[in-house]
């Protein structure tokens, strides 16, 4: 099989960082964002960012999709944008594997549990100890329009309502010794993410 195009989500505002592009801040001795790229690249082909703005204030060699939607409303609208670069320029690829930006302990083996996951169904998303990551998703290319239509014609943005308009499976990862889809979202979020670093050096 084809392996997923994978798509990083970064168009966020970072508010809750103090604004600015959070995924650039060191963890590590790293990117937040390097580390994300790290751990998605051998899983996918190729990788994407979505992301506003400037794309060369990122450092890195990716192709970026701005978001096609005004007003950056939100996740949805970077995994609309990714899906329709996808069907435009990678017909032959069927899924295609979101992530945030800001989740620097990705698990090495997302997309095929996710893939594994799927069964009859069209799309997938992660949850670790009962509790849903549904950023963290695979996506038929094909749904772009069912996405499409929930955005601009019903306004609604929020992605647990996509993931059942979807009849996207849950996933399941272990939560412990550490989430793997911890993300970044406050200065002390970046602390703990440097004490999860020092604590399990391998990551």
């Excluded at 978001?67 to 295609?96: E, K, N, Q, S, W």
């Excluded at 290319?141 to 993931?163: G, H, S, Y």
């Amino acid at each position: 099989m084809i392996p997923p195009v994978g798509l990083i989500l970064a168009g966020g505002l970072s508010r809750r960082m103090g604004g600015g592009d959070k995924t650039l801040r060191a963890l590590g001795g790293k990117s937040i964002l390097a580390r994300v790229v790290e751990r998605l690249r051998p899983q996918v082909d190729p990788v994407l960012l979505n992301a506003n703005g400037p794309a060369a204030r990122f450092g890195l060699d990716l192709p970026v999709v701005p978001d096609t939607l005004a007003h950056t409303p939100g996740p949805l609208a970077g995994i609309l944008a990714g899906l329709d670069h996808v069907a435009r320029h990678f017909p032959d690829a069927r899924y295609m594997l979101s992530v945030p930006a800001d989740c620097p302990f990705l698990p090495v083996d997302l997309a095929p549990r996710l893939l594994a996951g799927l069964g009859t169904a069209r799309a997938a998303f992660a949850q670790s100890g009962r509790r849903a990551h549904p950023v963290v998703g695979l996506w038929d290319v094909e749904l772009r329009e069912a996405l499409r239509a929930l955005l601009v014609d019903e306004d609604i943005r929020r992605v647990d309502r996509w993931t059942q308009r979807a009849a996207a499976v849950a996933v399941e990862w272990p939560a412990l010794p550490y989430d793997p889809f911890f993300n970044v979202n406050t200065p002390d979020d970046l602390i703990e993410a440097e004490r999860l670093l020092n604590s399990y050096p391998d990551i």
